[in-house]
């Protein structure tokens, strides 16, 4: 199976790799597309030889030209990535960017009829309805890589659709689970980046700390399982053993199990039939002890209060709901404003924007700037 990797140089893109590399009699690469990190993208090129590698950012290509192992071809710019995720000799994209600027290229890869690997939350978010219709126009196969969503697809195979009653999804909590909220002001980028149980790229773990993650899964959820809000809910698990669950009407409810290790969810979505060893450790839960889950305190993460508005709302408000998270995580990372603004932030634009369907991706990125605008003009008065 021929692959391109959109975020090679990321958290996902690596542990991908390690995958890949674990089978190379199955797998190989077209192409590793990365943004600005060139020097991470030399030491994966060599390890993997690609046929292509493409640097979002066109001055992190130069930093690479001839430093690439022989053969291997360059490119830059997002038309070059849009390219290689359609690219008719590649099998299988594994959308693994971060933020909504990873929309055109997974987007294309289910309009040229791919396998889609999606690990980019941010897409469906922004655009489930568009992209999910589009999989089903074009033939696309769309596979979760997020591990709770991996989870709902392993407890949801060969099991009817209607017969689902609740899909829960689990959350460790976080770096704060159990920090008195008065001192939350106060903690920086390091303390919201440390993940208890997860080794994750920067904004995807504060992500976590506020849990404006979890409510990004439950919209993506909605998109991948075609679930109504209502059925959708998450649970506090700080084992993170246990990735997801499934309530069928009988009252039998399927749970997936595994050791928080990123390596799992991507084997399932490389090849879900036959399964792949990932190199995690085995659950041994005779060793973990307890496995314990409590309701999600929505004082503490207003993020998971907000998200129930976002989703009985139409798909602009998802769209303000995201981009405004993600200016608002990159100032709390460049400590421009404290860990509370951060979702303070993302409720003020949803009080001051439009609450519209959206049919075209013209409208999803207007809708995405003038939320980005809105948010830039919250975070100037914090
Ligand atoms: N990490 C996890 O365990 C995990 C679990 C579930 C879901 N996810 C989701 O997977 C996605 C990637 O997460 P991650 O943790 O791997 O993030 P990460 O480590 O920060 O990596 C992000 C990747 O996206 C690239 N990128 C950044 N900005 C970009 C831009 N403007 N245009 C194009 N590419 C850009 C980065 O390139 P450079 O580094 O070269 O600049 C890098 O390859 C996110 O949507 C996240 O929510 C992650």
């Given at each position: 199976?021929?692959?391109?990797?959109?975020?090679?140089?990321?958290?996902?893109?690596?542990?991908?790799?390690?995958?890949?590399?674990?089978?190379?009699?199955?797998?190989?690469?077209?192409?590793?597309?990365?943004?600005?990190?060139?020097?991470?993208?030399?030491?994966?090129?060599?390890?993997?030889?690609?046929?292509?590698?493409?640097?979002?950012?066109?001055?992190?290509?130069?930093?690479?030209?001839?430093?690439?192992?022989?053969?291997?071809?360059?490119?830059?710019?997002?038309?070059?990535?849009?390219?290689?995720?359609?690219?008719?000799?590649?099998?299988?994209?594994?959308?693994?960017?971060?933020?909504?600027?990873?929309?055109?290229?997974?987007?294309?890869?289910?309009?040229?009829?791919?396998?889609?690997?999606l690990?980019?939350k941010?897409?469906l978010?922004?655009?489930g309805r568009?992209f999910m219709?589009?999989a089903h126009?074009?033939?696309?196969?769309v596979v979760p890589?997020d591990?709770e969503h991996a989870a709902v697809h392993q407890a949801l195979a060969?099991h009817d659709h209607d017969s689902v009653t609740r899909i829960i999804l689990?959350?460790?909590?976080?770096?704060?689970?159990?920090?008195?909220?008065?001192?939350?002001?106060?903690?920086?980028?390091?303390?919201?980046?440390?993940?208890?149980?997860?080794?994750?790229?920067?904004?995807?773990?504060?992500?976590?700390?506020?849990?404006?993650?979890?409510?990004?899964e439950l919209i993506e959820a909605r998109w991948l399982f075609d679930m109504p809000p209502e059925k959708l809910s998450?649970?506090?698990?700080?084992?993170?053993?246990?990735?997801a669950m499934v309530e069928y009407?009988?009252?039998?409810?399927l749970?997936?199990?595994?050791?928080?290790?990123?390596?799992?969810?991507?084997?399932?979505?490389?090849?879900?039939?036959?399964?792949?060893?990932?190199?995690?450790?085995?659950?041994?839960?005779?060793?973990?002890?307890?496995?314990?889950?409590?309701?999600?305190?929505?004082?503490?993460?207003?993020?998971?209060?907000?998200?129930?508005?976002?989703m009985?709302?139409?798909?602009?408000?998802?769209?303000?709901?995201?981009?405004?998270?993600?200016?608002?995580?990159?100032?709390?990372?460049?400590?421009?404003?404290?860990?509370?603004?951060?979702?303070?932030?993302?409720?003020?634009?949803?009080?001051?924007?439009?609450?519209?369907?959206?049919?075209?991706?013209?409208?999803?990125?207007?809708?995405?700037?003038?939320?980005?605008?809105?948010?830039?003009?919250?975070?100037?008065?914090?």
């Amino acid at each position: 199976m021929k692959l391109t990797l959109l975020g090679a140089t990321g958290s996902i893109g690596r542990s991908t790799i390690d995958v890949m590399l674990q089978h190379r009699e199955l797998f190989s690469a077209y192409a590793l597309v990365g943004h600005q990190n060139a020097e991470k993208m030399i030491e994966l090129a060599e390890l993997v030889h690609p046929e292509l590698v493409v640097m979002t950012d066109p001055d992190a290509a130069l930093k690479l030209k001839g430093r690439l192992p022989t053969g291997v071809q360059l490119d830059a710019g997002m038309d070059a990535a849009i390219a290689a995720a359609s690219e008719s000799s590649v099998d299988m994209v594994l959308a693994a960017m971060v933020g909504s600027a990873g929309l055109p290229a997974a987007l294309a890869a289910v309009r040229a009829g791919k396998r889609v690997g999606l690990a980019n939350k941010e897409c469906l978010v922004t655009a489930g309805r568009i992209f999910m219709q589009a999989a089903h126009e074009h033939g696309a196969t769309v596979v979760p890589v997020d591990s709770e969503h991996a989870a709902v697809h392993q407890a949801l195979a060969g099991h009817d659709h209607d017969s689902v009653t609740r899909i829960i999804l689990t959350a460790s909590g976080g770096p704060f689970r159990n920090r008195d909220p008065e001192t939350l002001h106060h903690v920086t980028p390091e303390e919201a980046i440390a993940h208890p149980n997860w080794d994750m790229g920067a904004k995807i773990s504060v992500d976590s700390a506020t849990m404006m993650n979890k409510a990004l899964e439950l919209i993506e959820a909605r998109w991948l399982f075609d679930m109504p809000p209502e059925k959708l809910s998450a649970i506090i698990h700080p084992q993170s053993i246990v990735h997801a669950m499934v309530e069928y009407r009988d009252g039998s409810v399927l749970a997936q199990l595994a050791e928080p290790d990123m390596r799992s969810p991507i084997a399932y979505a490389l090849q879900s039939k036959h399964r792949l060893t990932s190199g995690i450790p085995k659950l041994d839960l005779a060793k973990t002890g307890r496995l314990e889950f409590q309701e999600v305190d929505k004082q503490r993460f207003p993020a998971m209060r907000l998200v129930q508005d976002v989703m009985k709302g139409k798909d602009s408000l998802a769209i303000a709901f995201n981009a405004a998270n993600e200016i608002a995580n990159e100032a709390f990372r460049n400590r421009k404003i404290g860990f509370m603004k951060i979702v303070e932030s993302v409720e003020s634009v949803l009080s001051m924007v439009e609450n519209l369907p959206v049919e075209t991706v013209d409208d999803v990125w207007s809708y995405d700037r003038e939320a980005r605008r809105l948010t830039e003009e919250v975070i100037a008065k914090c």
